[in-house]
């Protein structure tokens, strides 16, 4: 006779690969269900974005095979559960936010909108929920890539306050700078008002709960990337290079300054983007222009994760102008390439919050 316990005892031999505990142990099994020999139940995990949840079904699947009945018919149901390190009973400013990814480039020029828009999409189509915003006080770029240029947020009044309410566009909720400028002026702004700015975006709105808060960070190392980790215990964050010498240098600085000591918000890893051109005539075909495996390499260098490899494709750029991210097409082979890296960064994000303490705003007096 097939029991309850004879099934946990069963899966207490599925480790999970990330997190190095049985799926019992993680609490991810639940609501166990038996009927002669069909048994049924649900695997909790710790993202829907996780690449790894058909083996781990595969491999639930065997262990109940193999220590209760070679003959069960067995049916896993999929749910998640969105883990987080924020101390988030404490936490005043986005309480109501799981994790919070920043997405930097050592340089400007690499794509780091573009990633930070499409990784952001595809966190949402894989089940989870997502905003957006648009830290790069001084180019904005994310209106133009929604399609959200002549569009401002509303307002609410919240127990006497007045609060920002994102923009909902494909699944998710942005706030950008540049919904309150004119795109046809530069923005002269110093570094306080530049970081005031960017303070409003998250303490000044409502961006209710979220298991991913994506910011479009400037590029470089600068006010606004202290700014942020003054205000905001940051999850983690992925550095955005192309694989040419050059950026790959600034990349290194990028690294460098959030493994500070006073910092020491945990590198999720490097994405490389423009990795190899592909022509839409030959999408079989490879040319490496800024060079090959640059990210790979450096990421072997400094022990951090290669979080994927974005090609150089045409299309990438005429979604973005059309304010419709390429991730959106469901026949592109690239949304592909967008959607594993997001499985990769959530799956990051996972290992990091199970095996780091939270991260601790950057306290400082400058």
Same mark, same amino acid.
């Given at each position: 006779m097939i029991t309850k316990e004879l099934i946990l005892n069963a899966l207490k031999h599925v480790i999970d690969?990330?997190?190095? *505990?049985?799926?019992? !142990?993680?609490?991810?099994?639940?609501?166990?269900?038996?009927?002669?020999?069909?048994?049924?139940?649900?695997?909790v995990l710790t993202t829907p974005a996780c690449p790894l949840k058909e083996s781990l079904k595969k491999a639930c699947i065997s262990a109940i095979h193999e220590y209760?009945?070679?003959?069960?018919?067995?049916?896993?149901?999929?749910? !998640?559960?969105? #883990? !987080?390190?924020?101390?988030? !009973?404490?936490?005043?400013?986005?309480?109501?936010v799981k994790n919070i990814i920043a997405v930097a480039s050592g340089k400007g020029g690499v794509g780091k909108s573009t990633v930070a828009a499409n990784l952001a999409i595809a966190l949402s189509k894989l089940g989870s929920k997502v905003g957006l915003v648009d830290a790069d006080i001084y180019g904005p770029s994310i209106p133009v890539m929604f399609g959200l240029?002549? #569009?401002?947020?509303?307002v609410e009044e919240i127990n006497g306050k007045p609060f920002m309410i994102p923009i909902e566009k494909f699944g998710i909720k942005i706030l950008s700078i540049g919904f309150f400028v004119n795109p046809d002026q530069a923005l002269i702004w110093r570094g306080p008002m530049a970081a005031g700015a960017l303070k409003q975006l998250f303490t000044d709105a409502k961006w209710g709960e979220l298991d991913y808060l994506v910011i479009d960070l400037p590029p470089g190392t600068g006010d606004i990337h202290l700014t942020l980790v003054q205000t905001l215990p940051?999850?983690?964050?992925?550095?955005?290079?192309?694989?040419?010498?050059?950026?790959?240098?600034?990349?290194?600085?990028?690294?460098s300054m959030f493994k500070q000591e006073t910092i020491q918000v945990p590198v999720l890893g490097l994405i490389e983007n423009m990795s190899y051109f592909t022509p839409q005539?030959?999408?079989?075909?490879?040319?490496?222009?800024?060079?090959?495996?640059?990210? *790979?390499?450096?990421?072997?260098?400094?022990n951090v994760p290669l979080l994927g490899q974005i090609p150089l494709v045409q299309s990438i750029r005429e979604s973005g102008d059309a304010g419709t991210p390429i991730v959106l097409d469901n026949n592109s082979i690239i949304s592909k390439s967008f959607l594993e890296l997001a499985q990769k960064t959530a799956q990051q994000i996972a290992i990091r919050n199970a095996s780091k303490e939270p991260t601790k705003k950057l306290e400082t007096n400058n």
């Open positions: 690969p990330d997190l190095k *505990k049985d799926l019992v !142990s993680l609490n991810m099994i639940d609501n166990i269900q038996i009927n002669e020999q069909n048994v049924r139940f649900t695997l209760v009945d070679k003959n069960a018919v067995v049916e896993v149901i999929f749910s !998640s559960n969105v #883990t !987080s390190k924020k101390n988030i !009973s404490n936490e005043q400013i986005l309480p109501g240029e002549d #569009t401002q947020p509303t940051v999850t983690g964050v992925a550095i955005v290079s192309t694989p040419q010498k050059v950026a790959l240098a600034d990349a290194r600085k990028g690294v005539e030959l999408p079989d075909n490879k040319y490496y222009i800024f060079g090959k495996d640059g990210c *790979k390499k450096l990421a072997e260098e400094l």
